[in-house]
């Protein structure tokens, strides 16, 4: 059995800063990437960051610059530190895990953590 655990989220004025974290625990046997993911009210869900376990990233074209994905290996856990936040960041934010456990290659999603940009 494999759990993901979101926290970090909150409000916070435009402007300011947040930091999300997912910690990955259970059957895990390799962790190939680790990624989050928004979805706003209406919309679709949108990648925002991906960290490969080489250290390669990649971030939506919204959010470089602002955002930086990170991950303590040893812990299988991954950050998204959120800076100068603009209320179209709001939405509630995943985190994604692709990985092995056993001969089974698997992606599992956290339960989500919401996220509101407003004064």
């Known amino acids: 059995q494999v759990q993901l655990v979101e926290s970090g989220g909150g409000l916070v004025q435009p402007g300011g800063s947040l930091r999300l974290s997912c910690a990955a625990s259970g059957s895990i046997f390799t962790i190939y990437a680790m990624n989050w993911y928004r979805q706003a009210p209406g919309k679709q869900r949108e990648l925002v960051a991906g960290i490969t376990t080489s250290g390669t990233t990649n971030y939506a074209d919204s959010v470089k610059g602002r955002f930086t994905i990170s991950t303590d290996n040893a812990k299988n856990t991954v950050f998204l530190q959120m800076n100068s936040l603009k209320p179209e960041d709001t939405a509630v934010y995943y985190c994604?895990?692709?990985?092995?456990?056993?001969?089974?290659?698997?992606?599992?999603w956290g339960q989500g953590t919401q996220v509101t940009v407003s004064s």
């Open positions: 994604n895990v692709n990985f092995r456990s056993g001969t089974s290659r698997l992606i599992y």
